[in-house]
Every structure is written in structure tokens, then in C-alpha cells.
């Protein structure tokens, strides 16, 4: 167990839909990393907030955003929802101190767009 | 632009014997390269890491070996056992960030 929690674990929508992704860091980090992981895209780093401030974008499309929250939780938003933004979305955590790379991720949720 | 770019996509090795994952990076400016081993229904989780001013670096069955003039560098499974069975991405990332920069995985099947 990581100790980063995503939820939904699973969720099925409709195209033209929003849905709202859910992360709650591991505790102590302060660092919240978005990531999207489609099978012929790998891991795809979307964004970056840190101690509730955005720090890094990624390939993070203008339909999608994110917040952090001042108890550091992390929502992810996607909306105007499209077949394929079908994938698996990651969140993960870093204490964010010194560079050693380390993530810490949650098990994802699944997003299917039908 | 993808700028790590890992081969091969999958791989079958029996039990005991040795996998390798290979990894290229195209951006000078990482200077921590972890690589994270996923299974099904899990996130990914790091598994071992280096720097590129160490060429070599093993922790149990497991080998990172690195070569920064080719900017290359390989994960070595030692006696691969089935337990290792799992998707493996190798990444960059460069001073003062966490944008880990991911390869786009190796499924690896160790068969008994």
C-alpha cells in the first residue's frame, strides 16, 4: 500500500460528460502529480501542484484541470469527455524535499468513455 | 517527443534465467533515472534507481547498468522468478524537478 488514495476506482461515462477524479496524498507529501496511462501513450505526465499551487504542466489537455486543496488533496477534472480520453489516471505523491525521483502512486482510476 | 524510448514492448523469460530491459533518453538534462515496476490493478511503484556519475547499481537480483555517453542504460533481473511477472518503465527526470519522463514499458512473463 502506497498510502495515496484515488477514487473513483472505476468509472463509466458518456462522451460530452465531466467527471471529477479524487487523490489523497500519502501523508507528509506535499507534492500531487497527475499522470494518464493509455496503452499505446504509456505513462503521460499531465500536471504538478505543490503545497496547493500548480508547478508543472505537462500534456494536459485544455478540457482537463486540476486543484489542490489546503488539505492537499487533489481533484482532477475532465470534462467535454471524448472516446478517447478512455485510460487510466494515476496520482501520486513526493515528499518533495530533495530530487530523488521517488513517486508514490496510488492504484488509479479507470475511465471509460462510452 | 518522446524521450525515453524502451525496448523491448515485451518479453518471455524462463524461471532462473535473465531479463533485460533496455532504455535510450534524448535529454541531457536528466540526472536521476528510476525505473518502476507495475502489476495488474496496481500503480507503479519505484523499484530501483541511479545516477548517471555511477555506472552500475544492484540491489539483490536486480542490476541498473548505465552508460551516459551512449545515453543508455539497462535493468538486469537476475534468476527472473515468476513473482516478477510485471510491466517495467524506465524514466528520467531532471535536476530540481519530478516530471519523471516515463519509457513506455516492458511486459515481462517469467515462465516456470
Known amino acids: 500500500d502506497s498510502g495515496v488514495t484515488q477514487t473513483p476506482k472505476h468509472l463509466i461515462t458518456a462522451t460530452g460528460q465531466r467527471v471529477t477524479l479524487r487523490c489523497s496524498p500519502r501523508s507528509g507529501d506535499l507534492s500531487v502529480y497527475w499522470y494518464q496511462q493509455s496503452l499505446d501513450q504509456g505513462l503521460q505526465f499531465l500536471i504538478q501542484?505543490?503545497?496547493?499551487?500548480?508547478?508543472a504542466k505537462g500534456n494536459i489537455l485544455e478540457r482537463f484541470s486540476a486543484q489542490q486543496f489546503p488539505d492537499l488533496h487533489s481533484e482532477l477534472n475532465l470534462s467535454s469527455l471524448e472516446l478517447g480520453d478512455s485510460a487510466l489516471y494515476f496520482c501520486a505523491s513526493s515528499v518533495a524535499v530533495t530530487n530523488t525521483g521517488e513517486l508514490f502512486f496510488g492504484e488509479g482510476s479507470r475511465l471509460t468513455v462510452l | 517527443q518522446q524521450q525515453v524510448k524502451q525496448s523491448p514492448q515485451s518479453l518471455i523469460v524462463q524461471k532462473g534465467g535473465i531479463s533485460i530491459i533496455n532504455c535510450a533518453y534524448e535529454n541531457t538534462a536528466f540526472d536521476y533515472f528510476p525505473w518502476y515496476q507495475q502489476f495488474p490493478g496496481k500503480g507503479p511503484a519505484l523499484l530501483i534507481a541511479?545516477?548517471?556519475?555511477?555506472s552500475e547499481k544492484k540491489e539483490g537480483r536486480f542490476t541498473i547498468s548505465f552508460n551516459k555517453s551512449a545515453k543508455q542504460f539497462s535493468l538486469h533481473i537476475m534468476d527472473s522468478q515468476p513473482g516478477d511477472s510485471a510491466t517495467y518503465f524506465c524514466?528520467?527526470?531532471?535536476?530540481?524537478?519530478?516530471?519523471?519522463?516515463f519509457g513506455k514499458g516492458t511486459k515481462l512473463s517469467v515462465i516456470p
Open positions: 524514466a528520467g527526470v531532471g535536476a530540481g524537478s519530478y516530471q519523471l519522463t
Open positions: 541511479i545516477r548517471p556519475d555511477v
Open positions: 501542484y505543490y503545497n496547493g499551487e500548480e508547478r
